[in-house]
T-cell receptor
Framework: GQQVMQIPQYQHVQEGEDFTTYCNSS?????IQWYKQRPGGHPVFLIQ?????EVKKQKRLTFQFGEAKKNSSLHITATQTTDVGTYFC???????????FGTGTRLKVLA | NAGVTQTPKFQVLKTGQSMTLQCAQD?????MYWYRQDPGMGLRLIYY???????DKGEVPNGYNVSRLNKREFSLRLESAAPSQTSVYFC??????????FGPGTRLTVL
């Protein structure tokens, strides 16, 4: 079945450093979504990418969708303590709206 | 506009007991989902409903049943709870574009 992997599993950074998480799917995706989950909270939708090679920015966050639509990345510039949490990517199984989540990257920001 | 609501917030069951987790959304979304998240893990899809009266199995459906009696509500039933079903259960809803809104979760412990 479809698998969605993320690396790294954990990342500790000093406040002000940049952070990147990578998402790789075993199959081509029609779109990819990114979520943030704070400790003890629920996933919160960040963005959806649809087009091959698409790049979208939200303030300090930059999202990319690969040309082959099998990988994606989230880059955070100059991390802040408010960025702490786990970042998940999710993609739909082929021909459906059933979203499979990646394994997640847990970010800790040291002040 | 409450978004996605889930009841109960917490539940402790004994092995073999049954219970129903309730989920409701007030955004008039067609698609609804049930995910489970084990400690330190990602989210796994249990069941999906594309519209009222339709349901489809996800990655980990064994031991669960669902019911989508109307557009607003999607319930998850554990007929005979097992310790392996100890988890946090999240309900989510989405529009056709795939945007997803998660509820606050139900934390279930099976002893």
């Amino acid at each position: 079945g479809q698998q969605v992997m993320q690396i790294p599993q954990y990342q500790h950074v000093q406040e002000g450093e940049d952070f990147t998480t990578y998402c790789n799917s075993s199959t081509t995706l029609s779109n990819i979504q990114w979520y943030k989950q704070r400790p003890g909270g629920h996933p919160v939708f960040l963005i959806q990418l649809v087009k091959s090679g698409e790049v979208k920015k939200q303030k300090r966050l930059t999202f990319q969708f690969g040309e082959a639509k099998k990988n994606s990345s989230l880059h955070i510039t100059a991390t802040q303590t408010t960025d702490v949490g786990t970042y998940f990517c999710a993609g739909p199984t082929s021909g459906t709206y059933k979203y499979i989540f990646g394994t997640g990257t847990r970010l800790k920001v040291l002040a | 506009n409450a978004g996605v609501t889930q009841t109960p917030k917490f539940q402790v069951l004994k092995t073999g007991q049954s219970m129903t987790l309730q989920c409701a959304q007030d955004m008039n979304h067609n698609s609804m989902y049930w995910y489970r998240q084990d400690p330190g893990m990602g989210l796994r899809l249990i069941y999906y409903s594309a519209s009222e009266g339709t349901t489809d199995k996800g990655e980990v459906p064994n031991g669960y049943n669902v019911s989508r009696l109307n557009k607003r509500e999607f319930s998850l039933r554990l007929e005979s709870a097992a310790p392996s079903q100890t988890s946090v259960y999240f309900c989510a809803s989405s529009e056709l574009s795939g945007l997803e809104f998660f509820g606050p979760g139900t934390r279930l412990t099976v002893l």
